[in-house]
């Protein structure tokens, strides 16, 4: 079973910049790709960056040039950096990854979700 664990949510003043880390835990598997997306209350979950093979990155509009992802693979950590937050970027931020974990008999592809940290901006 694989387990993602994120960290560095808070509280900050718009303009300011967080830095959230995601770990992921497990036996026998593999990351494929990794991002994060958030969810503000009343809103549907959106993703906010990508990360994939050959370190290809995505980004929406909404955070191109503010924010940055970026991954650690000796460490199964990706990281999202994100200056210049605005009242607007408040929400919960969750990690995703993509990942093969070997089983008997070959390998299976699951997307695992981290529990969410949440981030709050003040304007």
């Known amino acids: 079973q694989v387990q993602l664990v994120e960290s560095g949510g808070g509280l900050v003043q718009s303009g300011e910049s967080l830095r959230l880390s995601c770990a992921a835990s497990?036996?026998?598997?593999?990351?494929?790709?990794m991002g994060w997306a958030r969810q503000a209350p009343g809103k549907q979950r959106e993703l906010v960056a990508t990360i994939g093979s050959g370190d290809r990155t995505y980004y929406p509009d909404s955070v191109k040039g503010r924010f940055t992802i970026f991954r650690d693979n000796a460490k199964n950590t990706v990281y999202l950096q994100m200056n210049s937050l605005e009242p607007e970027d408040t929400a919960v931020y969750y990690c995703?990854?993509?990942?093969?974990?070997?089983?008997?008999?070959?390998?299976?592809?699951?997307?695992?979700w981290g529990q969410g940290t949440r981030v709050t901006v003040s304007s």
């Open positions: 497990g036996n026998n598997f593999s990351i494929n790709d």
């Open positions: 995703r990854a993509g990942v093969t974990v070997r089983v008997v008999g070959g390998a299976d592809y699951r997307e695992v």
